[in-house]
């Protein structure tokens, strides 16, 4: 395996725990985390339910987290690594911050920023998409068939 790859895996299987932090938390199981220089500056999972804030999306969690560390609005040399496709909410959020790189898991057919058209990131934005994307699609479906029931 390649090295960019398994780094984009580790650092997925830590936006994977922050997701099992939801779960346990019985929120939607997305987590986040912000990766500059080797290291995570920033974590976040999905606060929605507990904080009774719709902008408390994982995603948000972890950009206001790496902008503090950071000491700056900008986080053009962070990658953010979440386990679903950002919403639009979130894909505008990390224009604004100009993220350099968004490594996401699983798609969102019916949420996600690329169902929008997919024009929301900043130009300069890389995407890399499907990392660990089985394990991430799984924490939702089992999420969704256990609310159901």
């Not at 939801?22 to 976040?44: D, K, M, N």
């Not at 386990?83 to 224009?95: F, K, R």
């Not at 996600?112 to 997919?118: F, H, I, T």
């Amino acid at each position: 395996m390649e090295k960019g790859r398994q780094e984009d895996e580790f650092f997925m299987r830590a936006a994977i725990s922050e997701a099992r932090k939801a779960l346990s938390e019985e929120e939607v199981p997305i987590g986040a985390v912000v990766v500059a220089s080797g290291r995570i500056v920033g974590r976040g999972h999905n606060l929605v339910e507990t904080l009774r804030d719709s902008t408390a999306h994982a995603e948000m969690q972890a950009l206001t987290a790496a902008m503090h560390a950071a000491g700056g609005k900008y986080l053009n040399e962070c990658t953010l690594y979440v386990t679903v496709e950002p919403c639009v909410m979130c894909a505008g959020a990390a224009a604004w911050a100009q993220v350099g790189r968004i490594v996401y898991g699983t798609s969102d057919a019916k949420r996600g920023y690329s169902a929008a058209g997919g024009k929301l990131l900043h130009p300069k934005t890389q995407v890399t998409a499907g990392v660990l994307a089985g394990e991430c699609a799984a924490l939702m479906e089992d999420f969704f068939k256990k609310l159901r029931r």
